[in-house]
């Protein structure tokens, strides 16, 4: 029989002879009273009762859960490939796992309150052991750091260690927990691209090295490029200029001389039989051949020592207008002979800073061009104006003038241009390229302009 139902049936029967022997004394209000207290000492009873036996279970399953736990975080922790372990502030093992143990060559248990010195050489124990010290002195951790260890053949490693300070409820360090895990395999592998990386450096300065050997090679030869380019322009414009040179020999030069032997026999020949104004008339083809073969040799001999750059170069200030004066008055007779005006505005205070010489050759080929090409009666206006720091001089005449395409061809060597004049003058075009080639040399610039039928204009620039 259960307790609480002996005991109410105790207290009924108490209650039943107090009744009897109070003879019906007692109110029925004091039996159910007595009822109700014997109800709720059952009911604390069996309350009592429940929570013990429910507190027995629920103590069970903490105990097989924190149990289970355990087993599972030994279970990690052993087959972690890292060393796990756990020291007191004497640095002895409190808890290790299999690694440590593997190690240390026995078993997890058998570490459990000793020291390193006991299984590794003293000179890596006492380092552990002031490592740990230190850390848990100052209480701070100590994280990913290389440190020297053993493996489970002795062999020694190298491990990314992190020490940790231990510490209880109260702040105080009562220990340290570490973990490490092996790194030799990447060191060695590191060790390696460092070499690796060391090599390409090296094999790239060498590249580098020879990419500079390359590149100076390859300046040295766009500079013998550069001077074959040179040279062949400079051979191409000689071989022109010879040809130019033999042409001019060959053609130009011979006609004025064949035409003053031819004359000069003819007046040999029949001197006698001719009257006095034949024999003017070739006296004069004769002296007009003489004049031209002399212009021409002259030119040759000045293009000559410009090619060669034996010419000397001599600038110097001149008064300008008193040269072309000279010049007028040396073509005075031939411009007289076609009824040419030559007029000249350039004031007498015109100064320029030139070769002399130079520029009396420019002015002189330029009027006798100007003249050869004027028509009978014409006119030979020669003016100059300043143009900023130089003084622009303009030799225009009212001649046949000439088309764009054969303005374009003036001043070149390397084409041949050449006109008879409006009396049957010959030319080789040379005049005008020395023209060009002296007015460069004084710093100056030349340009012509025309238009058939209505003359031309050139133009050349000296320094003020």
Same mark, same amino acid.
């Given at each position: 029989?259960?307790?609480?139902?002996?005991?109410?049936?105790?207290?009924?029967?108490?209650?039943?002879?107090?009744?009897?022997?109070?003879?019906?004394?007692?109110? /029925?209000?004091?039996?159910? &009273?007595?009822?109700?207290?014997?109800?709720?000492?059952?009911?604390?009873?069996?309350?009592?009762?429940?929570?013990?036996?429910?507190?027995?279970?629920?103590?069970?399953?903490?105990?097989?859960? /924190?149990?289970?736990?355990?087993?599972?975080?030994?279970?990690?922790?052993?087959? %972690?490939?890292?060393?796990?372990?756990?020291?007191?502030?004497?640095?002895r093992?409190?808890?290790?796992?299999? %690694?440590?143990?593997?190690?240390?060559?026995?078993?997890?248990?058998?570490?459990?309150g000793?020291?390193?010195?006991?299984?590794?050489?003293?000179?890596?124990?006492?380092?552990?052991?002031?490592?740990?010290?230190a850390? %848990?002195?100052?209480?701070?951790a100590?994280?990913?750091?290389?440190?020297?260890?053993?493996?489970?053949?002795?062999?020694?490693?190298?491990?990314?260690?992190?020490?940790?300070?231990?510490?209880?409820?109260?702040?105080?360090?009562?220990?340290?927990?570490?973990?490490?895990?092996?790194?030799?395999? *990447?060191k060695?592998? !590191?060790?390696? *691209?460092?070499?690796?990386?060391?090599?390409?450096?090296?094999?790239?300065?060498?590249?580098?090295?020879?990419?500079?050997?390359?590149?100076?090679?390859?300046?040295?030869?766009?500079?013998?490029?550069?001077?074959?380019?040179?040279?062949?322009?400079?051979?191409?414009?000689?071989?022109?200029?010879?040809?130019?040179?033999?042409?001019?020999?060959?053609?130009?030069?011979?006609?004025?001389?064949? &035409?003053?032997?031819?004359?000069?026999?003819?007046?040999?020949?029949?001197?006698?039989?001719?009257?006095d104004?034949?024999?003017?008339?070739?006296?004069?083809?004769?002296?007009l051949?003489? !004049?031209?073969?002399?212009?021409?040799?002259d030119? *040759?001999?000045?293009w000559?020592?410009?090619?060669?750059?034996?010419?000397?170069?001599?600038?110097?200030?001149?008064?300008?207008?008193?040269?072309v004066?000279?010049?007028?008055?040396?073509?005075?007779i031939?411009?007289?002979?076609?009824?040419?005006?030559?007029?000249? &505005?350039?004031?007498?205070?015109?100064?320029?800073?030139?070769?002399?010489? %130079?520029?009396?050759?420019?002015?002189?080929?330029?009027?006798?061009? &100007?003249?050869?090409?004027?028509?009978?009666?014409?006119?030979?206006?020669?003016?100059?104006?300043?143009?900023?720091?130089?003084?622009?001089?303009?030799?225009?005449?009212?001649?046949?003038?000439?088309?764009?395409?054969?303005?374009?061809? *003036?001043?070149?060597?390397d084409?041949?241009?050449?006109?008879?004049?409006?009396?049957?003058?010959?030319?080789?075009?040379?005049?005008?390229?020395?023209?060009k080639?002296?007015?460069?040399?004084?710093?100056?610039r030349?340009?012509?302009?025309?238009?058939?039928?209505?003359?031309?204009?050139?133009?050349?620039?000296?320094?003020?």
């Amino acid at each position: 029989m259960h307790v609480p139902i002996l005991f109410i049936h105790l207290i009924l029967n108490f209650s039943t002879n107090i009744i009897v022997l109070a003879s019906g004394q007692i109110t /029925i209000i004091v039996i159910l &009273a007595v009822i109700i207290i014997c109800m709720a000492i059952y009911s604390f009873y069996y309350v009592f009762l429940r929570y013990r036996k429910e507190k027995i279970k629920t103590e069970a399953l903490i105990r097989e859960s /924190i149990l289970h736990e355990r087993n599972q975080l030994r279970t990690l922790i052993d087959s %972690m490939p890292d060393v796990i372990f756990i020291k007191d502030r004497q640095s002895r093992f409190v808890v290790v796992n299999q %690694m440590v143990a593997g190690v240390m060559g026995t078993k997890p248990e058998a570490l459990i309150g000793k020291t390193d010195f006991e299984f590794y050489t003293p000179d890596l124990a006492q380092r552990y052991y002031d490592d740990e010290q230190a850390i %848990m002195q100052a209480g701070e951790a100590k994280i990913n750091y290389e440190e020297p260890h053993l493996d489970e053949h002795g062999n020694r490693i190298i491990l990314s260690t992190s020490k940790v300070p231990l510490k209880n409820s109260n702040g105080e360090v009562i220990g340290i927990v570490g973990i490490g895990r092996d790194i030799t395999r *990447l060191k060695r592998i !590191e060790i390696q *691209l460092r070499k690796k990386t060391e090599d390409l450096q090296e094999t790239n300065r060498l590249l580098e090295e020879r990419q500079e050997e390359i590149m100076d090679q390859s300046e040295e030869l766009a500079a013998q490029a550069q001077y074959l380019t040179i040279t062949n322009t400079e051979l191409d414009r000689l071989n022109k200029t010879k040809d130019k040179f033999f042409s001019i020999i060959a053609h130009d030069l011979r006609n004025p001389f064949n &035409a003053i032997m031819g004359f000069s026999e003819l007046l040999c020949r029949d001197f006698n039989e001719m009257d006095d104004k034949q024999k003017l008339g070739l006296l004069e083809l004769i002296n007009l051949s003489s !004049e031209s073969a002399y212009n021409l040799l002259d030119n *040759l001999l000045q293009w000559a020592r410009t090619q060669t750059d034996k010419i000397k170069f001599s600038p110097e200030y001149f008064e300008l207008s008193g040269m072309v004066k000279q010049v007028i008055d040396l073509h005075g007779i031939i411009a007289e002979k076609k009824q040419i005006t030559l007029e000249s &505005a350039i004031p007498d205070s015109t100064r320029v800073f030139a070769d002399k010489n %130079m520029i009396h050759t420019v002015i002189r080929n330029l009027i006798s061009n &100007a003249i050869k090409f004027s028509h009978k009666g014409g006119k030979v206006f020669i003016s100059s104006f300043e143009n900023g720091a130089m003084t622009e001089v303009v030799i225009r005449d009212q001649g046949i003038g000439m088309s764009r395409d054969n303005l374009s061809m *003036l001043f070149r060597i390397d084409t041949y241009y050449s006109t008879a004049g409006t009396s049957g003058e010959s030319g080789t075009g040379l005049g005008l390229i020395i023209c060009k080639e002296f007015v460069e040399k004084n710093q100056g610039r030349i340009r012509a302009s025309s238009k058939p039928g209505e003359g031309t204009a050139i133009s050349f620039t000296l320094m003020r």
